[in-house]
């Protein structure tokens, strides 16, 4: 593969958005506009990899390598560690790249509606877009950590700066859980330097691979570093303890960063333990399954039945992602090619799910000026476009046959079933809640009795309508036709194990 | 002594300190004869120059190889230079804080003090016996003592100066003491003498005393870095002294202090004997004295980090924040000795590079805003408002203080981190400490982001910043940043002109 450009070209992408946006003065007319604008040219440069990206060989595609710097020490000043720029893509990074600059283009349209500082607001929020498509072009630990990192400082400022009532708290509460994950992952990374001298993706994974555990970490340190990957990812997630910060940002954070919080950000966490946690040390994992599992099930029935009480539409969805990641948690636990894969589709299926149902929520807020589940209702009839978006995206989340909620579960139940059937049987009993819940939330938001207040209000507009539908149409389009995600992914081939 | 041998020695390698030494004199004196009534931002001008001068009379030193005159007193090898350059750019920073605008006025002992006490910080670096190393230390404490107190009408000031002679005197006694047992046991106070000595019978028999020694100096000095519990003069120096000489203490006045801490720990005790005895097939031989003490050196950088980090959380007075922020970055800079790694000193220079940079442009912050009111937490609040340009300088400083990547306090912390697993055992103890500390400093750092970005400000008008100030906060914003994204620039530099490990060779 020879040298190219693009993916950095593609991370660096958003900064012209920013360049802009920072020389226009802000009270511009354009300068939302601007804003979206600037999270085009990105999605263009990914679909242009997504299309150049080969997918019948196997291996890190697109590869760039620089050497950044070197650390000398001077006792043994020729075995210096180097630390090194990498780029590259495989199939896993390349969907989570579509899912991220997709919905951070349609999250840029919800916040169309931003009426104040939105020159700040788009500022970090393609910042924000840069770090996300770093974290997922890095083939290399180092950089990884450091477009993660990205994400938070900008994550906490959008949070904290033009949330909702609590916003301080929210945003506090993200930086310090975020923070410990993030330091902890760099702690793995640390290790996994020092003993391998390397921090590149794919050579760990063979490195790892095929010593064992005499030649470099022992089997303990192995386990104890995927302990700590697994909460470093975990807290990201979230894995049920540690979910109270995210459920703080759902509730809080503004529309389009929810949208990008739910549909992508969350969804680094699968991606870190997909990656990281199988790739690197899939014996210890395959040690830990059950434990996993179990973590999964008490993600899916905690989630669910948190949710079917909640009384604010927000709070509804926030647990319903918890349930829904609980779902990828079996997947990964089951260790086997159907569940991993479902593991992946169910991630990338509710990214895009979680987009829909909060840029519908976005509406929410800004015609009702309520989430409260008790405030609202009948609107079927006063906005008909919009009930019948909400009904769509519900029922894609609840997991109905032709749209992608369903043939991921489907996936990671049948891998759970071949290796764990117990378990995967209690795990059933959470896709029933999820029908409950979500269905209870929906339906009292569009049917009951109509109320006068609502009267004329406007049902969705054009901005609204095309991501809405643009969402949709993958949904529907994944489900019925999943091989748009497996032939890319090739799953046996990017992580490298089941087949 | 006569003339003709006091010609040989190689008086060029002193230059750095010969015009530091001749520009604080002609400071003083023109400073006496000046007219009383007229302005002193001249002589600021000056000592600028004269700090100039010094710093392009080093990097014409930083090829040569060691020099070592005036009886071996006095060394000028890669670790000293190392160090002073360290110290010549933080205390150009320190000055260039105090360019006096139209509102304020600049006193003259101000000026030349800072001199002498670069003067001292710099003998320590370079001294290779414990008389001229001692008196490093004293001429950089006492000018520090009356720095602090330099506001003579201010009872804050008063009290700081008071506090920081009687703690930093009782400092001075231990170190003094410690040294005492190291000329009792060798009878050299050459420190690469006593290093040579210290394998000799007299010290394996009395090896108790030498760990007592280290164990003395490491108290005093500890002092000096502000590590806990001997740090509790820091916070209340730091809030009552002016700016700039808060910020010369928590940068120069600590590079200086690990300086010495270096230099003192390392060499005279590097061959020394331990108190645990392995047993090997011909006898019982004792363990190195530095693997002995280890446990003590991982206590003070733990208790540091955490004492540091824990108290910050409740701090209301900004200066005092950073008073304990810089405490416990003091215990950040501990690990790598701690951990007796082999990239001690690289951890250590590199991170004093990035906490140089980092700090002095805080301290620049504060001191810009100092100029309202007594500068509290709260008076952060809405800066971006009013003064967007100075905000962004302090996110940057505050970032790379809590160790975020694309800027130089990551890459020093990634390094220091690198020297705490890279050594075998690999010292998790350490790391917990220091992951905990890092995380507990996001609190109050996003705090202050808390402030500056999302609360309302009181006030509206917008702050005026010296040209001076606007100086070093581009420079270290910049710096910061630079080493951050390119910390090749400082890592190949430390490669190519320092060998470190010349300071173990007599």
């Known amino acids: 593969m020879n040298e190219s450009f693009l993916l950095t070209i593609l991370i660096l992408s958003p900064l012209l958005g920013i360049v802009l946006l920072s020389v226009m003065p802000g009270n511009h007319r354009f300068i939302n506009y601007m804003g979206v604008l600037g999270t085009v040219l990105p999605l263009v440069l990914t679909l242009i990899v997504f299309s150049l990206f080969d997918r019948t060989v196997s291996g890190v595609q697109f590869v760039e390598y620089r050497q950044w710097f070197e650390l000398m020490t001077s006792i043994s000043p020729n075995e210096p560690y180097t630390v090194a720029y990498d780029l590259g893509v495989t199939g896993l990074s390349v969907l989570f790249l579509m899912l991220a600059s997709l919905i951070t283009f349609l999250a840029s349209l919800t916040a169309l509606r931003l009426k104040e500082s939105a020159k700040g607001f788009y500022i970090l929020f393609l910042l924000l877009e840069l770090g996300l498509l770093g974290v997922f072009v890095s083939e290399n630990l180092f950089l990884f950590f450091l477009f993660f990192e990205i994400t938070l400082v900008s994550m906490f400022l959008l949070v904290g700066k033009w949330g909702g009532f609590n916003r301080e708290k929210a945003a506090f509460s993200f930086m310090i859980y975020n923070g410990i994950g993030s330091i902890l992952l760099l702690i793995v990374i640390i290790v996994l330097f020092v003993e391998m001298k390397t921090t590149n993706i794919t050579e760990l994974t063979m490195l790892l691979k095929e010593t064992d555990s005499l030649e470099f970490l022992s089997g303990d340190t192995r386990t104890w570093l995927f302990v700590l990957l697994l909460i470093a990812f975990g807290i990201k997630l979230p894995i049920v303890p540690f979910h109270t910060w995210m459920v703080r940002v759902h509730v809080e954070a503004p529309i389009a960063v929810v949208m990008i919080h739910a549909g992508v950000l969350l969804k680094i966490g699968a991606y870190g333990l997909l990656r990281f946690g199988v790739g690197f040390f899939p014996q210890q994992l395959k040690d830990m399954a059950v434990v996993l599992a179990i973590l999964g099930v008490i993600n899916l029935l905690y989630g669910a039945f948190i949710a079917l009480v909640q009384t604010e539409l927000r709070s509804v969805l926030a647990y319903s992602s918890i349930s829904h990641m609980g779902i990828v948690l079996l997947g990964v636990a089951s260790f086997n090619t159907a569940g991993l894969q479902g593991a992946v589709f169910q991630t990338i299926s509710h990214g895009l799910i979680a987009a829909l149902l909060f840029l519908l929520v976005g509406v929410i807020v800004d015609r009702f000026h309520t989430t409260k589940l008790e405030e609202l209702g009948g609107v079927a009839s006063q906005a008909p476009l919009f009930a019948g978006f909400l009904l769509a995206a519900g029922l894609a989340s609840l997991g109905l046959p032709g749209m992608s909620g369903f043939i991921s579960e489907f996936l990671a139940f049948l891998g759970l079933f071949e290796s764990m059937p117990v378990i995967g049987s209690v795990g059933i009993l959470g896709l029933i809640l999820t029908a409950v819940y979500m269905l209870r939330a929906v339906l009292a938001v569009t049917f009951g009795e109509r109320r006068p207040l609502f009267d004329g209000i406007r049902d969705l507009t054009a901005v609204e309508i095309v991501p809405s539908a643009i969402l949709l149409s993958i949904i529907i389009w994944i489900g019925v036709y999943p091989a748009v995600l497996s032939n890319t992914l090739q799953l046996a081939r990017t992580i490298g194990i089941g087949g | ?506």
């Open chain 2, 1 to 506: 002594m006569d003339m003709e041998t006091l010609l040989q020695y190689e008086w060029n390698s002193m230059w750095p300190e010969f015009t530091i030494l001749l520009t604080a004199v002609a400071l003083s004196l023109i400073d006496l004869f000046m007219n009383k009534k007229k302005d002193r931002s001249l002589l600021i001008w000056l000592a600028l120059a004269g700090i100039a001068v010094a710093i392009v009379c080093l990097v014409l030193q930083f090829d040569d190889g060691v020099v070592s005159i005036l009886n071996e007193t006095y060394r000028l090898d890669s670790f000293a230079k190392a160090f002073k350059f360290l110290m010549l750019i933080g205390t150009g920073f320190v000055l260039l804080l105090g360019v006096p605008d139209e509102s304020t006025s600049v006193r003259g002992e101000y000026i030349y003090l800072i001199l002498t006490a670069l003067l001292g910080g710099m003998m320590m670096a370079s001294s290779a016996d414990l008389i001229t190393l001692f008196v490093g230390l004293e001429l950089l404490s006492l000018s520090s003592y009356v720095l602090v107190g330099i506001r003579k009408t201010n009872p804050l000031a008063n009290e700081a100066a008071f506090k920081y002679v009687v703690n930093g005197g009782i400092a001075t006694a231990i170190t003094l003491f410690g040294m005492s047992y190291l000329y009792g046991l060798t009878g050299e106070t050459n420190i690469y003498e006593i290093q040579g000595l210290m394998g000799s019978d007299v010290v394996t028999d009395n090896r108790f005393l030498a760990v007592f020694a280290f164990l003395m100096i490491v108290v005093g000095l500890a002092f000096k870095i502000t590590a806990a519990p001997f740090h509790m003069w820091a916070p209340d120096v730091y809030q009552g002294a002016e700016t700039p000489v808060t910020a010369f203490l928590s940068v120069v006045s600590k590079i200086a202090g690990f300086a010495i801490m270096l230099r003192l720990l390392m060499v005279p005790f590097v061959f020394a004997p331990g108190t645990g005895e392995i047993i090997t097939p011909d006898g019982i031989s004792y363990e190195t004295l530095l693997v002995s003490v280890r446990p003590y050196l991982v206590l003070l950088a733990i208790v540091t980090i955490l004492v540091g980090n824990v108290i910050a959380l409740r701090q209301l007075n900004a200066k005092r924040l950073f008073a304990y922020s810089s405490i416990a970055h003091a215990g950040y800079l501990l690990v790598p000795l701690a951990a007796l790694s082999e990239l001690v000193f690289e951890a250590v220079w590199f991170y004093l590079t990035a906490y140089l940079l980092m700090n002095i442009g805080a301290f620049a912050v504060i001191h810009v805003m100092s100029a309202e009111e007594e500068v509290t937490v709260a008076s952060f609040a809405g800066l971006f408002k009013r003064a967007p340009y100075l905000t962004i300088a302090m996110s940057i400083y505050l970032l790379s203080l809590a160790g975020i990547p694309l800027t130089a306090g990551f890459i020093g912390k990634f390094e220091i981190f690198m020297s705490a697993l890279g050594t075998e055992p690999k010292r998790y103890l350490l790391v917990t400490a220091m992951l905990a500390g890092t995380v507990l400093s996001y609190v109050y750092y996003f705090g202050l982001f808390v402030q500056m970005y999302f609360r309302p400000s009181k006030r509206q008008t917008p702050v005026t910043i010296s040209n001076g100030v606007t100086a070093v906060l581009a420079i270290t914003a910049a710096g910061t940043v630079l080493l951050g994204v390119f910390p090749s620039i400082a890592l190949t530099f430390i490669h190519d002109h320092f060998q470190f490990l010349e300071i173990f060779n007599p």
